[in-house]
């Protein structure tokens, strides 16, 4: 019989949580009862006061620093809290970097950098918080912070589209791989947020108009950290492979109709224990669920874009604003 893996540790560390998403992220998680670990880069001050929200709510909490362009070494600082946590049941990797130059100009160093803090890091840290949580037998949760640029390209950002794309993916893979264990991994991909990275710090999203974004207005990091804590939580035992938020679509042409369409009807392509092959459906071993192949799928939407009666204009959704500058909304 398939165990329910709900008595995980209460403990969970966020990267890069001196301020912005993973500060929220911190705080929610200790106000749904977790024990935080945090990690600083630059604002020792900023991990500090986070703490200290952390602490407020009754909640222990151990500070490291992390810099993840020092790999591999870098990543033991998920051991190193643990360790001084007794156990891990939570990993949010948030720490982010990000560059505004075109690709033709982006230098290697800048690549590696970036790369390195945006998909080497979590691939790393995540390899240590999994080798914990299988060893434990507990289950667990992984939550990865990507971007709308996960899904969606942005001019001058080759470099962080490359790695929040490449960390997508590898949420995928994971969710696969882990989830015999009962560890869970999803992505949450943020678009504009109103942090320090963005230079919105102090400022209240609800004062600024988006008109390209469906909801008029950035999102606030406490939005982005209550998906976080829901993930984080027993209750989201059955979601794993998923990429939450951010997704944007084409603003005309088939593809644009037809991915909205793809998304309701493709969950089943995350289905961890369904191998990846041709043909037929597949019904997975000790499962019940049946699975449909894309050309299945593509064959759905279509129907479902040709019983929408709706003139082509209305089906559009032109979005002329570009979130995020500089791959800051990590």
């Not at 209460?10 to 992220?25: E, F, Y």
């Not at 970097?97 to 800048?110: C, K, L, M, R």
């Not at 969606?152 to 590898?170: D, E, M, Q, T, W």
Request: glycine share 14%.
């Amino acid at each position: 019989m398939p165990q329910r893996y709900e008595n995980y540790p209460k403990v969970a560390i966020v990267t890069g949580a001196d301020s912005g998403i993973g500060k929220a992220c911190a705080v929610a998680l200790a106000e749904a009862g977790f024990d935080i670990g945090i990690t600083w880069h630059r604002d020792r001050a900023g991990a500090q006061r986070t703490a200290g929200e952390v602490g407020a709510l009754g909640r222990r909490c151990e500070v490291a620093e992390l810099d993840l362009t020092r790999l591999p070494e870098a990543a033991a600082v998920v051991d190193e809290l643990a360790d001084r946590l007794d156990g891990i049941g939570v990993l949010v990797n948030n720490a982010g970097t990000g560059a505004s130059t075109p690709f033709v100009d982006t230098g290697w160093e800048q690549w590696r950098e970036v790369l390195a803090v945006d998909l080497d890091g979590p691939f790393l840290c995540s390899q240590r918080a999994a080798r914990r949580m299988r060893a434990a037998g507990r289950g667990g949760r992984i939550v990865n912070i990507t971007s709308v640029h996960e899904h969606a390209p942005r001019v001058g950002s080759a470099a962080y589209c490359a790695a929040k794309g490449g960390l997508g993916l590898l949420t995928r893979v994971m969710a696969q791989e882990l989830a015999a264990d009962g560890i869970t991994v999803n992505a949450v991909a943020p678009g504009e947020i109103s942090t320090p990275m963005t230079g919105q710090e102090d400022v209240d999203p609800f004062t600024e108009d988006r008109p390209g974004v469906p909801v008029g207005r950035p999102g606030d990091a406490r939005e982005v950290a209550a998906v976080v804590a829901l993930l984080a939580s027993p209750a989201a035992a059955y979601v794993t492979g998923a990429s939450c938020g951010g997704r944007r679509h084409a603003a005309d042409g088939s593809a644009g109709r037809l991915a909205p369409a793809l998304g309701r009807l493709a969950l089943g392509l995350n289905h961890p224990c369904v191998p990846a092959g041709r043909g037929g459906r597949r019904r997975a071993a000790g499962c019940g669920r049946v699975v449909a192949t894309p050309r299945q799928l593509m064959g759905r939407a279509r129907d479902h874009v040709a019983a929408d009666d709706r003139p082509p204009g209305a089906r559009r959704r032109r979005l002329s604003h570009l979130t995020s500058s500089g791959g800051r909304a990590v």
